[in-house]
């Protein structure tokens, strides 16, 4: 049978492909492809051969997509060709040969064109505004220009309204965006940059508390605002406003429900092995737990060591970040959690995939899938 597929042929370049498919084997269904979703993230580094992938080429890919079934192969059973399915990680391929136990019945009443969003759907999340200026590390080349400001991280009052009001429209509502108490999350990287666009600690207030209001106006039960801790001279609005001083501890006068960390670099000496980093850690957990009127979420970064955006070696690297420290990382977190009932079982991880700073989950030539593999041990493989 004749399909035709997008082909990654080379860095940077698709084009549409003919290719022939075969009957399904045992085991498979034959399905032909409705809708299917390319990934912003993952497939979009495939296809620019970004150093984060094995770099070959031609490459075909798939995520997420609807699809009918059309055949069936030996073995199978539960399905008939007429139905209609999701289909992880099926090709961008007009026809499909893919294992039975990587298909889902679509219910009744979900469009086609919903369905396939649901491998990128199904996972809830938060935003966290990254206010800081935005310089150019983003290429290596310019690694030496740490002055340049392609723009600011403060924003006058007006840019904060615009901006939040996006993002009540455009994510809030969303049927997997992570809610506390019904309300969604919303975390804010830099506070004092905050109160430096909106001129001080009493317009932040003012703001945050606009901030609120139109949550609730929107249709919302309301906001939960979150910040991220630093250390204890950063995360401090002094001289913020003239004489005042508010540190991290009363920053729930500013509106804020909770915070937690972004990366150990923030706060702890990350030059030495991980696991002298986590003692460290661990000691700021409970100093924070002791000190703080409001929640702390426990967070666990997987490692630090930002050279890949650098020319000229930078100092500070994190050591042993091997998946069996990440996994006692990840139990202490998963400890302190469950000895705080009274708060949802959060945890941050830094990150997903933050390549140039050497702290990431996805798989890799080093470890292969050693830090998910940790994940899976510490939250889904308990006796």
């Known amino acids: 049978m004749d399909a035709r597929a997008i082909v990654f042929d080379r860095p940077g370049h698709a084009e549409l492909q003919s290719c022939a498919v075969e009957a399904p084997k045992y085991g498979e269904v034959q399905i032909k492809m409705n809708y299917t979703v390319v990934s912003a993230g993952t497939e979009y580094a495939f296809l620019m051969g970004s150093v984060n992938t094995a770099g070959n080429f031609p490459r075909k890919l798939g995520y997420s997509a609807s699809a009918e079934i059309i055949a069936i192969g030996d073995g199978v059973t539960g399905y008939k060709p007429g139905d209609r399915v999701i289909a992880y990680h099926g090709k961008h391929q007009s026809i499909n040969n893919i294992p039975v136990d990587k298909v889902y019945p679509i219910p009744d009443g979900v469009s086609d064109t919903d369905a396939a ?199 500070g690297v994190m050591k042993n970040c091997t998946p069996q420290n990440i996994e006692k990382a990840l139990r202490m977190a998963k400890a302190y959690a469950d000895s705080h009932p009274s708060q949802p079982p959060l945890i941050t991880v830094n990150s997903w995939n933050e390549w140039t700073e050497t702290s990431y989950l996805e798989p890799d030539d080093l470890y292969g899938y050693g830090y998910l593999d940790a994940v899976q041990k510490v939250f889904l493989n308990q006796d």
Request: contains cysteine.
């Open 117 to 315: 969003f649901t491998e990128i759907a199904c996972m809830k999340f938060y935003l966290m505004w990254a206010n800081h200026d935005a310089g150019v590390l983003w290429d290596k080349r310019n690694s030496r220009d740490l002055d340049t400001v392609v723009w600011q991280g403060s924003v006058d009052r007006a840019e904060f309204e615009r901006a939040m009001s996006r993002v009540i429209e455009k994510y809030f509502k969303l049927p997997n965006y992570y809610t506390i108490d019904g309300k969604p999350v919303f975390m804010i990287y830099d506070v004092p940059k905050l109160a430096e666009g909106l001129g001080g600690i009493e317009q932040t207030r003012d703001a945050l508390n606009w901030f609120r209001e139109a949550c609730v106006k929107a249709g919302l039960k309301g906001l939960h605002l979150q910040f991220t801790m630093w250390n204890t001279s950063f995360t401090n609005l002094s001289g913020a406003d003239g004489s005042k001083t508010v540190p991290a501890e009363k920053f729930g006068s500013l509106g804020f429900d909770s915070c937690s960390h972004y990366q150990y670099v923030h706060f702890a000496d990350i030059d030495r092995d991980y696991a002298d980093v986590l003692c460290d850690v661990e000691k700021e957990w409970k100093r924070l737990d002791a000190s703080l009127p409001f929640p702390y979420f426990p967070h666990v970064s997987v490692g630090w060591d930002n050279n890949p955006r650098f020319i000229d070696f930078r100092p």
